[in-house]
Every structure is written in structure tokens, then in C-alpha cells.
């Protein structure tokens, strides 16, 4: 597309919708990332397609529901031969690179029946979703154990920060103010403590360096980079200054209800069991962890701020597409939940602010847009910028392009977001079988309605009831609004791309061939 060379999909981990002023909020005030989205669209009600990261992760990168690619869970890998962003944007001779996290697990089961190796040149493009591995950093990788990552742990080691583990031990734990022993950030009562590690080696800024890094490599070949945060997921522990930035006063209200807790949902009553919810139930542990997340999302802001004075000095401010995200939300201690998983809005809809800088864009800059967004949108976004043909066999998002430049698509009735909780603990409380532990969204401009394998749905009318509070799933009252909803999913699963071989115009191009030469059901020369 003219005027475009480059891409730069900024996503955090776990960040709030609402944790950003240009979303509303009062206290955690966001200068640079207020600053894009006075440049650009902020979308109001973008959808995640999985509350989860590595699933959710895959359909951005794919472009497909998690019912197509197949990722269900962290740590379940996305088979090999599934395209990704890389594969959509290399033909167009396109760089796709990653600095940061993808949460990724490579199909090394696929590859070995396909004859691949991991460290071949297709190996590495496989393994790491389709992108170079410019700067993986997971935080913590995905590999069986856990094990943090050898290159920030190396990076933090040649600065000085001598430890087995110098990514647990400085990078994400504190010290007893009395002792000096280390306090782990790994529990949330240590939340409070300023991080070991100066601010300038934390994650947040070694990432956003290593991302100017390869942008100073990179020259003038088009490139979509993609700088992927690790925070403000958990650990929840910050370095000085941000460590001390926000108090109670800052936060706002816990979104909860004592109406919830009555003859709740089994599945969310057994979620509501789950250790991280126990524990956010508690107001001593807001106290302490919401401070650092606070404090996490500032130290990201702040580092916005750094990278586009970095782009507008190396003079890439005006051929530059920016993108503003996250993988999914985070409960908080709303609805009595900690992590993300279920369907609340904290959980599922996440922040997108999209800077077009070409002039065709002019027209919406500063302004917010009301439609229903999914994140698989954002794959057939980047491959029209990019100049390549639409793929509407494969892809299953949008273009948001129509958004961008003023035009009025026909937008979505309904968003449609999925989980698989056979690998949580409410799946082994409740005893369900790993096949039978799915749940899916449907949510359209009023209703929100939550279906269950072998459990009663829930509904809830966000025009009334805006909180989430009160479930109508077995209200007598609804069963007509039930019944529609569940309509929308089943027409919904009868739209998954499943031909993803074979093109939408090669179809149409056999069908005007006819037989192709095959007599079938001729009676003679005739016909």
C-alpha cells in the first residue's frame, strides 16, 4: 500500500481495557499511549477470541477463531502447516519479526512427520509462529518447566546481577527492607516491594531496546514488527520509581456483587475456587498487587514515549502503521475472580488503538469507534496494508481498514470468544471429561450469553445490567433470547474456514470449467 513501509504491533500481557486514561480511567494517567490514539481510531469494544494467552496469542497471529487453529490452551501447540502473519507477509517481501513474547509451542510432533528441523531455516519459521526470532522473550518460556529466558538472564549477569536466576532473583522479586533477604514476587503479599533490578535493566525497557535494536538493522526493507510485553502480567513487582506511584485512592471500585455468590454457575463457582480467586477476593491483596500493576502499565507508557521519539527521529513516524493491544484482560478480584479465563468484560475485551498515518486516515484521527471488533482482524488488517490479496477462505477477521479511512462497513451483529478449561483446576473439580470442558461467548450490542458443554448457559442484558451481575441464564422470562443466542453460535460454527487449501476464486473458476472433461450422467454426445 503506498506510503506504508512498516508495521509495529505493540501487544501488552494482561492489560485492562480500562487501565489506560484514553479508556477512561481517572488516576493511571497514559500520556504517550493517549498521544496515538489522538493519531489514530480507538476501537471501544475490540474482543479477544480466547480469554487466555497462548490461544487468544494464536488467533491474532493466524486471523482464525481457536475452533480453526486448533491451540487450545497454553501450551498446546498450533500445528504445523496452520499459516501465520509470516507466512501471509513473506511472499510480499515483507519482514515479520518478533521482540518479546508470543507464548508459542512449537508442533515438534508435526514437524518430525513433515521432515522438518527445528533448526532449519522453515524450522525456525514454524517453531516461532511465523515470525523471526529477532528477541524472543516470554518472560518465562513454555517448554515443560518454566524456565526463564537465557538471554535476558545473560543480559542481566553482564550488567552485573549475579544470580542462578537473576530473572527471578532481581528482574521479579524485592528484598526485606530489614534483612535484605529476597522477597519472591512469585506471592502476592510481596507485590508492594520495589523490584531488585535498576529500571532501566527491568523487562519493559530491555525489550523496548532490543526492539530499536533490530529497527536500526532493519534499513529501508518493508518490516512488520511485532514488540510483544510480558507485563503487566504476573509477577506483579515493579522497580523504583513505579513501585510507590499509586495507592488505594487510585484504583477503581472492585466491580463485585454479594448477588453473585448466591447459587452461582458451577463453572464459575468452581473458578471462584481457584487460588488466584480466593486470594483476589481479599481486599489486603488488591492493596498490594494493584500498585504494581498500576505502576507496570505507567513504566510501559513511559516507554511508548521513548520508542516513538526513537521513530520519529530515525524519520519512520509517517510510513509507519501503529498498533496498540493486548492478549486479554485480567480479573483484578472483580466478580470474586483473580487471572482472566472467563467472559466478564475485564477478562475479554481488550484495548486497540490502530495510527494510520496516511492521509486517507485524516479523517478519523482522534476519534473512538463503537463497532464489535474481533482480534482476528488485525491479520487481514496488515496483509491489505501490505498489499496482498484478500484471503477470505483462510482468513476469518475483517479488514479494518473501512474504519480507518471513514467508510461505514457492514459491521458484526455478535463477537464470538472461546475457552477450553480442561487443563484448569474447575475442570478436575467438576469432574469433566477434557473433550466436554468448552465454553463460548456470544455477545451482541445488548446480550451476553455464555454456553457451556453440559452445563446450563448463562445471559446476561448488559443494557440492564451492566455489571454482569444478575445471570438470566435459566430465567423463565428469556428463554426466547437463550434460544436466539444460541442460534447465532451454531450459524456461527457453520462459517469456520475449512477449506483453507484452495481459494474462494479457484472454486469459482472450476465451476465455470464444469466437468473438466469427465462424462457424469450423460445420456449420449449430446448431453
Given at each position: 500500500m503506498a506510503g506504508i513501509r512498516h508495521i509495529l504491533f505493540i501487544m501488552c500481557d494482561q492489560l485492562r481495557w480500562d487501565h489506560l486514561s484514553c479508556y477512561g480511567h481517572p488516576h493511571l494517567h497514559t500520556p504517550h499511549i493517549d498521544s496515538l490514539a489522538e493519531q489514530g481510531v480507538r476501537f471501544d469494544r475490540a474482543y479477544v477470541q480466547s480469554p487466555i494467552c497462548g490461544p487468544s496469542r494464536m488467533s491474532f497471529y493466524t486471523g482464525r477463531y481457536m475452533s480453526s487453529h486448533g491451540s487450545t490452551w497454553n501450551g498446546v501447540p498450533l500445528k504445523a502447516?496452520?499459516?501465520?502473519?509470516?507466512?501471509?507477509?513473506?511472499?510480499?517481501?515483507?519482514r515479520t519479526v518478533l521482540v518479546g513474547k508470543t507464548h508459542m509451542r512449537a508442533d515438534l510432533e508435526g514437524m518430525r512427520r513433515l521432515g522438518i528441523g527445528p533448526d532449519s531455516v522453515i524450522g525456525v519459521q514454524v517453531a516461532e509462529c511465523g515470525f523471526e526470532p529477532f528477541a524472543r522473550h516470554d518472560g518465562l518460556h513454555l517448554d515443560g518447566d518454566y524456565d526463564p529466558d537465557p538471554a535476558y538472564n545473560d543480559y542481566l549477569r553482564s550488567h552485573g546481577y549475579e544470580a542462578a536466576n537473576p530473572w527471578h532473583d532481581w528482574a521479579n522479586s524485592g528484598e526485606d527492607a530489614v534483612t535484605g533477604e529476597l522477597q519472591s514476587g512469585w506471592f502476592l503479599k510481596n507485590s508492594n516491594l520495589a523490584a531488585r533490578v535498576s529500571e532501566e535493566h527491568s523487562e519493559t525497557p530491555y525489550v523496548t531496546r532490543r526492539a530499536m535494536e533490530f529497527i536500526k538493522q532493519a534499513g529501508d526493507d518493508p518490516w512488520c514488527l511485532h514488540l510483544s510485553y510480558i507485563k503487566p502480567h504476573w509477577p506483579y513487582i515493579v522497580p523504583a520509581p513505579y513501585c510507590d506511584m499509586f495507592g488505594e485512592a487510585d484504583f477503581l471500585p472492585v466491580v463485585k456483587s454479594k448477588s453473585e455468590l448466591e447459587s452461582p454457575h458451577?463453572?464459575?463457582?468452581?473458578?471462584?475456587?481457584?487460588?488466584?480467586?480466593?486470594?483476589?477476593?481479599?481486599?489486603?491483596?488488591?492493596?498490594?498487587?494493584?500498585?504494581?500493576?498500576?505502576?507496570?502499565?505507567?513504566?510501559?507508557?513511559?516507554?511508548?514515549?521513548?520508542?516513538f521519539d526513537f521513530l520519529k527521529q530515525r524519520g519512520l513516524?509517517?510510513?509507519?502503521?501503529?498498533?496498540?493491544?493486548?492478549?486479554?484482560?485480567?480479573?483484578?478480584?472483580?466478580?470474586?475472580?483473580?487471572?482472566?479465563?472467563?467472559?466478564?468484560?475485564?477478562s475479554v475485551r481488550i484495548p486497540l488503538i490502530v495510527r494510520d498515518p496516511r492521509p486517507q486516515a485524516d479523517a478519523t484521527r482522534g476519534t473512538a469507534c463503537g463497532a464489535?471488533?474481533?482480534?482476528?482482524?488485525?491479520?487481514?488488517?496488515?496483509?491489505?496494508?501490505?498489499?496482498?490479496?484478500?484471503?477470505p477462505h483462510r482468513l476469518e477477521g475483517r479488514s479494518l481498514l473501512p474504519y480507518l479511512e471513514g467508510a461505514r462497513p457492514q459491521e458484526r451483529e455478535h463477537v464470538i470468544s472461546e475457552y477450553d478449561y480442561s487443563m484448569r483446576g474447575a475442570g478436575l473439580a467438576l469432574d469433566v471429561d477434557p473433550?466436554?470442558?468448552?465454553?463460548?461467548?456470544?455477545?451482541?450490542?445488548?446480550?451476553?450469553?455464555?454456553?457451556?458443554?453440559?452445563?446450563?448457559?448463562?445471559?446476561?442484558?448488559?443494557?440492564?445490567?451492566?455489571?454482569?451481575?444478575?445471570?438470566?441464564?435459566?430465567?423463565?422470562?428469556?428463554?426466547?433470547?437463550?434460544?436466539?443466542?444460541?442460534?447465532r453460535l451454531l450459524d456461527w460454527s457453520l462459517t469456520l474456514k475449512c477449506r483453507t487449501t484452495l481459494s474462494d476464486e479457484a472454486v469459482?473458476?472450476?465451476?465455470?470449467?464444469?466437468?473438466?472433461?469427465?462424462?457424469?450422467?450423460?445420456?449420449?454426445?449430446?448431453?
Amino acid at each position: 500500500m503506498a506510503g506504508i513501509r512498516h508495521i509495529l504491533f505493540i501487544m501488552c500481557d494482561q492489560l485492562r481495557w480500562d487501565h489506560l486514561s484514553c479508556y477512561g480511567h481517572p488516576h493511571l494517567h497514559t500520556p504517550h499511549i493517549d498521544s496515538l490514539a489522538e493519531q489514530g481510531v480507538r476501537f471501544d469494544r475490540a474482543y479477544v477470541q480466547s480469554p487466555i494467552c497462548g490461544p487468544s496469542r494464536m488467533s491474532f497471529y493466524t486471523g482464525r477463531y481457536m475452533s480453526s487453529h486448533g491451540s487450545t490452551w497454553n501450551g498446546v501447540p498450533l500445528k504445523a502447516g496452520e499459516l501465520t502473519l509470516g507466512d501471509y507477509l513473506k511472499p510480499l517481501d515483507w519482514r515479520t519479526v518478533l521482540v518479546g513474547k508470543t507464548h508459542m509451542r512449537a508442533d515438534l510432533e508435526g514437524m518430525r512427520r513433515l521432515g522438518i528441523g527445528p533448526d532449519s531455516v522453515i524450522g525456525v519459521q514454524v517453531a516461532e509462529c511465523g515470525f523471526e526470532p529477532f528477541a524472543r522473550h516470554d518472560g518465562l518460556h513454555l517448554d515443560g518447566d518454566y524456565d526463564p529466558d537465557p538471554a535476558y538472564n545473560d543480559y542481566l549477569r553482564s550488567h552485573g546481577y549475579e544470580a542462578a536466576n537473576p530473572w527471578h532473583d532481581w528482574a521479579n522479586s524485592g528484598e526485606d527492607a530489614v534483612t535484605g533477604e529476597l522477597q519472591s514476587g512469585w506471592f502476592l503479599k510481596n507485590s508492594n516491594l520495589a523490584a531488585r533490578v535498576s529500571e532501566e535493566h527491568s523487562e519493559t525497557p530491555y525489550v523496548t531496546r532490543r526492539a530499536m535494536e533490530f529497527i536500526k538493522q532493519a534499513g529501508d526493507d518493508p518490516w512488520c514488527l511485532h514488540l510483544s510485553y510480558i507485563k503487566p502480567h504476573w509477577p506483579y513487582i515493579v522497580p523504583a520509581p513505579y513501585c510507590d506511584m499509586f495507592g488505594e485512592a487510585d484504583f477503581l471500585p472492585v466491580v463485585k456483587s454479594k448477588s453473585e455468590l448466591e447459587s452461582p454457575h458451577p463453572v464459575y463457582q468452581a473458578f471462584m475456587n481457584h487460588r488466584d480467586s480466593q486470594a483476589f477476593a481479599r481486599d489486603e491483596v488488591r492493596a498490594r498487587v494493584l500498585p504494581a500493576y498500576m505502576g507496570l502499565i505507567k513504566q510501559i507508557d513511559d516507554q511508548m514515549g521513548v520508542l516513538f521519539d526513537f521513530l520519529k527521529q530515525r524519520g519512520l513516524w509517517d510510513d509507519t502503521v501503529i498498533v496498540f493491544t493486548s492478549d486479554h484482560g485480567d480479573y483484578l478480584g472483580d466478580h470474586w475472580l483473580g487471572e482472566k479465563d472467563l467472559f466478564h468484560e475485564c477478562s475479554v475485551r481488550i484495548p486497540l488503538i490502530v495510527r494510520d498515518p496516511r492521509p486517507q486516515a485524516d479523517a478519523t484521527r482522534g476519534t473512538a469507534c463503537g463497532a464489535l471488533i474481533e482480534s482476528i482482524d488485525l491479520a487481514p488488517t496488515f496483509l491489505e496494508y501490505a498489499g496482498g490479496a484478500a484471503q477470505p477462505h483462510r482468513l476469518e477477521g475483517r479488514s479494518l481498514l473501512p474504519y480507518l479511512e471513514g467508510a461505514r462497513p457492514q459491521e458484526r451483529e455478535h463477537v464470538i470468544s472461546e475457552y477450553d478449561y480442561s487443563m484448569r483446576g474447575a475442570g478436575l473439580a467438576l469432574d469433566v471429561d477434557p473433550g466436554d470442558a468448552r465454553i463460548w461467548m456470544v455477545r451482541t450490542e445488548r446480550w451476553k450469553y455464555i454456553h457451556y458443554q453440559g452445563f446450563v448457559p448463562q445471559l446476561f442484558d448488559l443494557a440492564a445490567d451492566g455489571d454482569e451481575f444478575y445471570d438470566l441464564g435459566a430465567d423463565v422470562g428469556h428463554e426466547a433470547v437463550r434460544a436466539e443466542m444460541k442460534d447465532r453460535l451454531l450459524d456461527w460454527s457453520l462459517t469456520l474456514k475449512c477449506r483453507t487449501t484452495l481459494s474462494d476464486e479457484a472454486v469459482r473458476c472450476a465451476r465455470r470449467q464444469g466437468d473438466g472433461g469427465i462424462l457424469i450422467g450423460w445420456w449420449d454426445e449430446s448431453g
